[in-house]
């Protein structure tokens, strides 16, 4: 285990972290939302690579980070369509981190993760260590339990609670 990430961070002098997720989840808002100039963590730089990919300065990593976004994933996808949406996703295969972006709100969110986590599998980069991000936090009932796990962070995108956290756990992943 410890070889194949050795080797995939030899393979990646600049880190790939991919955002991953059901429809809807909310992986562009998140990619938005880091990029943000105003978010708390100050000192970080990001650069436009294309539209879905974009550089990211992380301090105490010393180092640049490359966060992808990629297209949705559904459930009973038209089988015409799984090779082209597998080969979009081939990259996910050579990405150091998974963001496994979940929106919280879906009231069948447990399917949606696990449609992805199946995808996931299926695609190969299920070797690939994966972050959960409950994001939509600020849409659910302040009493509804949230999915609390210490492989996960619970954030929301769109008003900002969270980010700084998923950003020291990004950080604490790329350290392993
Ligand atoms: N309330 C709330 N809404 C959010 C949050 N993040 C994203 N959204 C909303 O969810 C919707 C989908 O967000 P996107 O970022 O487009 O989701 P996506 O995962 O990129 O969607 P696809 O690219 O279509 O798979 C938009 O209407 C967002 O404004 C959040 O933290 N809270
Ligand atoms: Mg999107």
């Not at 539209?51 to 009973?76: A, C, H, N, Q, Y």
């Not at 496994?100 to 009231?107: C, K, N, R």
């Not at 449609?115 to 009932?141: M, Q, S």
Request: proline share 5%; glycine share 4%.
């Amino acid at each position: 285990m410890r070889s194949t990430q050795r080797r995939r961070r030899e393979k990646n002098a600049m880190p790939m972290v991919a955002l991953v997720g059901y429809t809807n989840a909310g992986k562009s808002t998140v990619l938005n939302r880091l990029s943000r100039s105003d978010s708390p963590a100050n000192d970080r730089l990001f650069d436009t690579l294309d539209t879905t990919t974009r550089r990211l300065w992380m301090p105490e990593l010393r180092k640049e980070v490359l966060l992808s976004d990629t297209v949705g994933f559904i459930r009973k996808l038209p089988t015409h369509l799984i090779e082209a949406f597998k080969a979009t996703l081939e990259e996910l295969q050579y990405a150091d981190l998974l963001l496994h972006v979940i929106d919280v709100s879906a009231p069948d969110w447990e399917e949606q993760a696990a449609v992805t986590d199946t995808l996931i599998h299926e695609l190969g980069a299920d070797v690939t260590p994966v972050l959960r991000v409950y994001n939509k936090c600020d849409a659910i009932p302040v009493l509804m339990e949230l999915p609390h796990s210490r492989a996960g962070v619970c954030i929301s995108a769109r008003t900002g609670e969270g980010v700084a956290e998923l950003l020291a756990r990004i950080t604490e992943e790329l350290r392993r």
